[in-house]
């Protein structure tokens, strides 16, 4: 343990600060949707515009990753784990890149998309009024999309490399030996 983990008395750890707790909570909560997602595929809209556009398996096994990934990085981060930083940015690029992938298919092609959710919508019994489904697929709407969007990969990351301080070095890269 760091010198600098403990506290002046009982040589236990200072908690976490408020900031990286909510970062573990939207780690674990993002892990355990989308491990439901992976299990329950066949009820996401998501799932089924991918499927449909020939992607899937990719619809299935992203999410997969991404649980096992953000389920590690909360454990890490809340054991403070050496290895705390580098598998919650990694996480966090994962999360990234996956938001950024959905985003981009539903600007390319939002008729697929709408018709993707329409037949999930449908399929499950629920009601469909058209003009809700003029409003979420609307250009202001895909807009508000990519601004949420952002906002959901900038600040975590934001606030991980923010009070990365706070959480141990990770140990040297050594060159493998001959």
Same mark, same amino acid.
């Given at each position: 343990?760091?010198?600098?983990?403990?506290?002046?008395?009982?040589?236990? +750890?200072? %908690? =976490?600060?408020?900031?990286?707790?909510?970062? /573990? *909570?939207?780690?674990?909560? !993002? #892990?355990?949707?989308?491990?439901?997602?992976?299990?329950?595929?066949?009820?996401?809209?998501?799932?089924?515009?991918?499927?449909?556009?020939?992607?899937?398996?990719?619809?299935?096994?992203?999410?997969?990753?991404?649980?096992?990934?953000?389920?590690?990085?909360?454990?890490?981060?809340?054991? +403070?784990? %050496? =290895?705390?930083?580098?598998?919650?940015?990694? /996480? *966090?690029?994962?999360?990234? !890149? #996956?938001?950024?992938?959905?985003?981009?298919?539903?600007?390319?092609?939002?008729?697929?998309?709408?018709?993707?959710?329409?037949?999930?919508?449908?399929?499950?019994?629920?009601?469909?009024?058209?003009?809700?489904?003029?409003?979420?697929?609307?250009?202001?709407?895909?807009?508000?999309?990519?601004?949420?969007?952002?906002?959901?990969?900038?600040?975590?990351?934001?606030?991980?490399?923010?009070?990365?301080?706070?959480?141990?070095?990770?140990?040297?890269?050594?060159?493998?030996?001959?």
């Amino acid at each position: 343990m760091e010198p600098d983990d403990l506290q002046e008395k009982g040589g236990r +750890r200072r %908690p =976490l600060s408020l900031w990286l707790r909510g970062l /573990t *909570l939207y780690l674990g909560w !993002s #892990a355990a949707r989308a491990v439901f997602v992976a299990i329950l595929s066949v009820m996401n809209p998501d799932v089924r515009s991918m499927a449909e556009a020939g992607l899937g398996p990719v619809a299935t096994i992203g999410p997969a990753v991404y649980g096992l990934l953000g389920l590690g990085a909360a454990v890490a981060l809340t054991l +403070r784990h %050496p =290895l705390a930083f580098p598998m919650t940015l990694t /996480t *966090l690029a994962f999360d990234a !890149s #996956a938001t950024l992938f959905e985003l981009w298919r539903t600007t390319s092609d939002p008729a697929a998309v709408r018709a993707a959710y329409a037949a999930n919508r449908e399929a499950r019994g629920l009601p469909l009024p058209d003009d809700r489904l003029d409003l979420m697929f609307s250009p202001e709407a895909i807009t508000v999309m990519w601004v949420i969007g952002g906002v959901m990969v900038v600040v975590p990351t934001a606030i991980l490399l923010w009070r990365k301080h706070e959480l141990p070095e990770p140990p040297p890269i050594r060159p493998p030996s001959r």
